[in-house]
């Protein structure tokens, strides 16, 4: 068996070889496919964490107010509905049925769409953190806050969530690599990311190992990248003792 990596130099219309293996004048290669579908799987992948991590923060949090239980229940809800139904399966219930039951949907974008349903299932991961960071503080540091004439509000905003964060950095750092695999299910809503790119090369060139090793490469760029992001916000923001020796060692 022979491998020809200069199919990502070919043409996509007319298989000729391209110098540069870039093109020009309208020409696209295979190559300039890959990167471009590359780009495509960050943006969805770095947008849902945004959304993730905004609402995982406000449901993790919501489900440690116990004097409010109604509230507890509703962040309960949201938790056991987005983390307990598979991603591929809330991504074609975004695309396919919520649209019809909220018309407002069907203007919006299969990638918009994409984002929704990857950031929302992730959000469920990332509140059950947030809760488990903050159950994890002293309780005595809530009722600190309080009695020095913090509001609720500015307790968490000042007290429990800079150190509830700190403590989950390690799991977090799992999610965000995760949401870059995750991102792959995009393809079946017509997004022109690295699976859907590698599907249609693979089938275009016959040259699926070479196709799926260049992505699966890109893939593990993606995710290492991320991780050592993710180690050095660690090291900077670090607490000795307040995070398991494991699972500061996970991420090294």
């Known amino acids: 068996m022979s491998w020809d990596w200069q199919v990502f130099c070919q ?7 391209v110098p540069g293996c870039f093109g020009r004048g309208g020409t696209v290669t295979y190559l300039d496919w890959m990167l471009s579908a590359w780009g ?12 993730a991590l ?17 509230v507890v229940r509703l962040g309960n809800a949201w938790v056991e509905l987005f ?21 407002v949907l069907k203007g919006v974008s299969g990638f918009a769409l994409a ?56 799991p977090l750092t799992s999610e965000t690599m995760g949401i870059f695999k995750n ?15 590698a599907m249609q090369a693979q089938e275009e060139t016959a040259r699926g190992i070479e196709v799926y090793l260049a992505v699966t490469g890109l893939y593990i760029v993606s995710a290492f990248t991320i991780n050592r992001i993710m180690v050095f916000i660690e090291r900077c923001v670090r607490i000795p003792g307040m995070i398991a020796a494991g699972g500061a060692r996970g991420g090294h």
Request: aromatic letters at 10%; charged letters at 10%.
């Open 183 to 197: 991102s792959s299910v995009a393809f079946a809503v017509s997004v022109a990311e690295l699976t859907m790119f």
């Open 40 to 51: 495509w799987t960050v943006s969805v992948s770095l947008l849902a964490l945004v959304l």
């Open 115 to 170: 984002v929704l349903a990857l950031g929302f299932f992730t959000s469920a991961r990332i509140a059950e953190q947030v809760r488990s960071g903050i159950q994890t503080l002293p309780r005595g540091q809530r009722y600190a806050g309080l009695a020095v004439g913090l509001t609720m509000f500015q307790t968490y905003r000042y007290v429990l969530l800079p150190m509830a964060f700190r403590i989950i950095i390690p």
């Open 11 to 17: 043409d996509t219309m007319d298989r000729d070889v």
């Open 54 to 70: 905004v609402m995982g923060s406000v449901i993790g949090t919501l489900r440690t107010l116990q004097d409010r239980p109604m």
């Open 83 to 103: 983390r307990n139904i598979p991603l591929l399966v809330q991504i074609f219930l975004w695309y396919h049925v919520l649209p019809s039951l909220f018309p």
